[in-house]
């Protein structure tokens, strides 16, 4: 099957500093998204993006779809940022459904 | 109110006992899935369902089971739980047969002593 590879598995920055979150993934993909967990374990969906590049915010993300991987930007990060972000797919040969990165987990300190 | 709801968001339990989550939506999406969460394994499908007619199996079904009681409603049960299933749970809706985005519940803590 497909493997969804995350890095850095874990991350700390001071608050007000950039980070860069990678997705890389082994086959094509029909759909990308990424999600971040806060501390008491929501689950928000961040970025709807198979390919290009989309704006939210601090936040933005890039999708190369024919070099398989995506990155996650993160600009003048503040404390509420903190939690774990997750890159998922959809592949041909997952039916449709959405296959999970093992996450960066994302500290930011005051 | 939030759009996918699951209850119960904390339960203990014991081995043996039979468990029930549940999970209903006002997002008016076809697709519904559960979720396991355990640390640092990411998510895993456990059952997805297009529809309340076509239920299928995910990643990691056995020891589970669902019921899609109508379109906004899906609930997940333990027959008989073990502790191997103490995670947190998660449902989830997406529309257009998950080439949309996914939207999760606020997650079911299950405990099994």
């Known amino acids: 099957g497909i493997q969804v590879e995350q890095s850095p598995p874990d991350l700390i920055l001071q608050e007000g500093a950039n980070s860069t979150l990678r997705c890389n993934f082994s086959?094509?993909?029909?759909?990308l998204q990424w999600f971040h967990q806060n501390p008491w374990g929501q689950l928000i969906n961040l970025f709807y993006?198979?390919?290009g590049t989309k704006q939210n915010g601090r936040l933005s993300a890039t999708t190369v779809a024919t070099e398989r991987y995506s990155l996650l930007y993160i600009s003048s990060s503040q404390t509420t940022d903190s939690g774990v972000y997750f890159c998922?797919?959809?592949?041909?040969?997952?039916?449709?459904?959405?296959?999970f990165g093992k996450g960066t987990k994302l500290s930011v300190k005051p | 109110d939030a759009d996918v709801t699951q209850t119960p968001r904390n339960r203990i339990t014991k081995t043996g006992k039979r468990i029930m989550l549940e999970c209903s939506q006002t997002?008016?999406?076809?697709?519904m899935y559960w979720y396991r969460q355990d640390p640092g394994l990411g998510l895993r499908l456990i059952y997805y369902?297009?529809?309340?007619?076509?239920?299928n199996k995910g990643e990691i079904s056995d020891g589970y089971s669902v019921s899609r009681q109508a379109q906004a409603k899906f609930s997940l049960s333990l027959e008989s739980a073990i502790p191997n299933q103490t995670a947190l749970y998660f449902c989830a809706t997406s529309d257009l047969r998950g080439g949309g985005p996914l939207f999760f519940g606020e997650g079911s803590r299950l405990t099994v002593l």
């Open positions: 997002k008016g999406h076809d697709r």
């Open positions: 998922a797919v959809i592949w041909g040969g997952s039916q449709g459904n959405l296959i």
């Open positions: 369902s297009f529809d309340v007619k076509d239920i």
């Open positions: 993006i198979p390919s």
């Open positions: 086959d094509s993909v029909n759909n």
